[in-house]
Protein backbone atom coordinates (compact mmCIF):
# COMPACT_ATOMS: atom_id res chain seq x y z
CA UNK A 1 0.00 0.00 0.00
CA UNK A 2 1.57 3.40 -1.13
CA UNK A 3 0.09 6.78 -0.44
CA UNK A 4 1.95 9.10 -2.93
CA UNK A 5 1.83 13.18 -1.73
CA UNK A 6 2.91 15.99 -4.06
CA UNK A 7 2.38 19.69 -4.91
CA UNK A 8 3.66 20.90 -1.75
CA UNK A 9 6.02 23.97 -2.26
CA UNK A 10 6.46 27.30 -0.97
CA UNK A 11 3.53 30.26 -1.91
CA UNK A 12 2.90 33.60 -0.55
CA UNK A 13 0.34 34.66 1.54
CA UNK A 14 -2.80 34.84 -0.03
CA UNK A 15 -1.83 32.69 -2.84
CA UNK A 16 -2.86 28.98 -3.32
CA UNK A 17 -1.34 25.41 -3.55
CA UNK A 18 -2.99 21.72 -4.78
CA UNK A 19 -1.55 19.14 -3.36
CA UNK A 20 -2.77 15.63 -4.80
CA UNK A 21 -2.44 12.23 -2.87
CA UNK A 22 -2.33 8.88 -5.03
CA UNK A 23 -3.08 5.79 -3.56
CA UNK A 24 -2.40 1.83 -4.77
CA UNK A 25 -2.82 -1.46 -3.17
CA UNK A 26 -6.07 -0.20 -1.64
CA UNK A 27 -9.63 -0.24 -3.19
CA UNK A 28 -9.63 3.61 -3.13
CA UNK A 29 -13.48 4.05 -3.32
CA UNK A 30 -14.10 2.27 -0.25
CA UNK A 31 -11.76 4.67 1.64
CA UNK A 32 -12.58 7.65 4.01
CA UNK A 33 -9.73 9.88 2.83
CA UNK A 34 -8.13 12.32 4.62
CA UNK A 35 -5.60 15.01 4.99
CA UNK A 36 -3.68 15.98 8.13
CA UNK A 37 -0.97 18.74 9.05
CA UNK A 38 1.34 18.57 11.49
CA UNK A 39 2.94 22.14 12.81
CA UNK A 40 6.85 21.66 13.68
CA UNK A 41 6.77 20.73 17.52
CA UNK A 42 3.38 19.87 17.46
CA UNK A 43 1.06 16.49 16.83
CA UNK A 44 -0.70 15.52 13.89
CA UNK A 45 -3.99 17.50 13.52
CA UNK A 46 -7.11 16.91 10.89
CA UNK A 47 -8.26 19.33 8.26
CA UNK A 48 -10.54 17.51 6.69
CA UNK A 49 -11.76 14.44 5.02
CA UNK A 50 -13.84 13.16 2.59
CA UNK A 51 -16.02 10.17 2.40
CA UNK A 52 -16.37 7.15 -0.23
CA UNK A 53 -19.54 8.92 -1.53
CA UNK A 54 -17.64 12.57 -1.55
CA UNK A 55 -19.38 14.34 2.03
CA UNK A 56 -16.77 16.57 3.15
CA UNK A 57 -15.80 17.57 6.66
CA UNK A 58 -13.58 20.47 7.47
CA UNK A 59 -11.72 22.04 10.83
CA UNK A 60 -13.35 25.67 11.32
CA UNK A 61 -9.84 27.07 10.99
CA UNK A 62 -9.70 26.02 7.08
CA UNK A 63 -13.17 26.33 6.24
CA UNK A 64 -14.43 28.37 3.53
CA UNK A 65 -10.42 28.43 1.97
CA UNK A 66 -9.42 24.82 1.61
CA UNK A 67 -11.55 22.20 -0.62
CA UNK A 68 -11.04 18.35 -0.49
CA UNK A 69 -11.93 16.34 -3.40
CA UNK A 70 -11.31 12.82 -5.04
CA UNK A 71 -11.15 10.97 -8.17
CA UNK A 72 -11.84 8.07 -8.25
CA UNK A 73 -10.85 6.69 -11.39
CA UNK A 74 -7.53 8.25 -10.69
CA UNK A 75 -7.00 6.95 -7.12
CA UNK A 76 -6.50 10.16 -6.38
CA UNK A 77 -7.81 13.09 -3.11
CA UNK A 78 -6.56 16.88 -3.59
CA UNK A 79 -6.74 19.18 -1.46
CA UNK A 80 -7.04 22.77 -2.74
CA UNK A 81 -5.95 25.35 -0.57
CA UNK A 82 -6.64 29.24 -1.13
CA UNK A 83 -5.87 32.40 0.75
CA UNK A 84 -3.01 30.43 2.08
CA UNK A 85 -1.72 32.15 5.76
CA UNK A 86 1.54 31.99 7.45
CA UNK A 87 -0.24 29.81 9.75
CA UNK A 88 -1.12 26.91 7.48
CA UNK A 89 2.74 26.05 6.91
CA UNK A 90 3.12 22.25 8.24
CA UNK A 91 3.73 19.37 6.70
CA UNK A 92 0.95 17.98 4.96
CA UNK A 93 -0.25 14.07 5.38
CA UNK A 94 -2.81 12.43 3.71
CA UNK A 95 -4.75 9.88 5.14
CA UNK A 96 -6.67 6.60 4.08
CA UNK A 97 -9.29 4.74 6.19
CA UNK A 98 -11.52 1.71 5.91
CA UNK A 99 -10.79 -1.09 8.07
CA UNK A 100 -7.39 -0.34 8.27
CA UNK A 101 -5.51 3.14 8.54
CA UNK A 102 -2.65 4.19 6.10
CA UNK A 103 -0.68 7.31 6.23
CA UNK A 104 1.51 8.73 2.82
CA UNK A 105 4.80 11.06 3.31
CA UNK A 106 4.26 13.92 4.66
CA UNK A 107 4.51 17.40 1.58
CA UNK A 108 5.96 20.61 3.05
CA UNK A 109 3.88 23.85 2.56
CA UNK A 110 5.18 26.72 3.22
CA UNK A 111 3.87 30.06 3.16
CA UNK A 112 5.39 33.22 3.31
CA UNK A 113 4.08 36.50 4.84
Known amino acids: VQLQASGGGLVQAGGSLRLSCTAS????????MGWYRQFPGQERELVGTITSTGTTTYVDAVKGRFTISRDNAKNTVYLQMNSLKPEDTAVYYCHAQNYYIYWGEGTQVTVSS
Open 25 to 32: GITFSSYR
